[in-house]
């Protein structure tokens, strides 16, 4: 079991596309922090609130132990964390506790761009190369399509190239990136955007108000921003 805490820690990523918005948007609740020696943490000084600095893929696993209360992540890397807790036969124990309308971007299936695409069983029996098996596997199955997922955690896009795949499904938001690999988005299996993620039961120790008053600012600072 995790040790007490007084202090809500939130995860956000320490680099990358999500960690330079999740501090604006914390900065704009009115938050202040100094940083770690090791940059791992910015320690807050207006609230009893920290941030730790991590990967993203890392973040639903660190609320999940208990090391974070709530973090700042793309709904791609969460809705992936609670399939594959479900495959493990292990409850969904992270939600959505907001939708912060940033980071947006679509997990598309693409094929190759002289293709023509004629529906989802056209995938039947091909590799497709992805980050997200889960997430991919749900929606196979959902069109009742036997398609084998190959597990890539970089440069998707250029499976196909490489003879590792047949097709891809990966995030995609100019799209400039498939359309550089002669690739085309046929179809959208999730949409993405940055979220709040947090633990469906309640926090202890008092943290759970913290996360209130956070939450309160946090709506107050989405607002102002319509
Ligand atoms: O180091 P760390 O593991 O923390 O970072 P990372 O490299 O895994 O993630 P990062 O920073 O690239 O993305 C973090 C989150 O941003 C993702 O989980 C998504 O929720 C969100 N996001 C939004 C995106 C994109 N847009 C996006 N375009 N994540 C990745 N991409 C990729 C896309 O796959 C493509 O390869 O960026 C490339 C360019 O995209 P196009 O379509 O504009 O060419
Ligand atoms: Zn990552």
């Keep these: 079991p995790a040790q007490p805490r007084e202090r809500l820690r939130v995860a956000i990523q320490k680099s990358g596309r999500l ?61 992936e964390h609670g399939l594959e807790r479900e495959a493990q036969g292990r409850p969904a124990d992270l939600t959505e506790w907001r939708q912060l309308g940033w980071g947006t971007c679509r997990l598309d299936v693409a094929i190759d761009d002289a293709e023509e695409w004629t529906g989802p069983q056209q995938l039947e029996g091909l590799r497709i190369a992805t980050s997200y098996p889960r997430t991919l596997g749900r929606w196979l199955q959902e069109h009742s399509v036997d398609a084998e997922p190959v597990v ?11 003879g590792q795949a047949d097709v891809v499904c990966d ?56």
Excluded at 220 to 226: D, F, T
Aim: charge should be negative.
């Design 171 to 226: 995030l995609v938001s100019t799209g400039g990136t498939l359309r550089a690999n002669q690739l085309k988005p046929v179809t959208t299996i999730l949409h993405s955007e940055a979220v709040i993620a947090g633990p469906s039961a309640t926090l202890d120790d008092g943290r759970q108000e913290i996360a209130d008053l956070l939450m309160r600012r946090l709506d107050g600072a989405l607002q102002l921003k319509e």
């Design 19 to 79: 960690g330079e918005p999740a501090r604006e948007l914390l900065a704009s609740c009115g938050l202040t922090w100094r940083e770690s020696r090791d940059k791992l943490f910015l320690y807050g000084e207006s609230l009893p609130v920290d941030l730790l600095l991590v990967r993203d893929d890392d973040i639903p696993g660190l609320i999940a132990d208990g090391v974070c209360d709530v973090g700042i992540v793309g709904r791609n890397v969460l809705v």
């Design 152 to 162: 890539l955690n970089g440069s998707v896009e250029i499976a196909p190239r490489l």
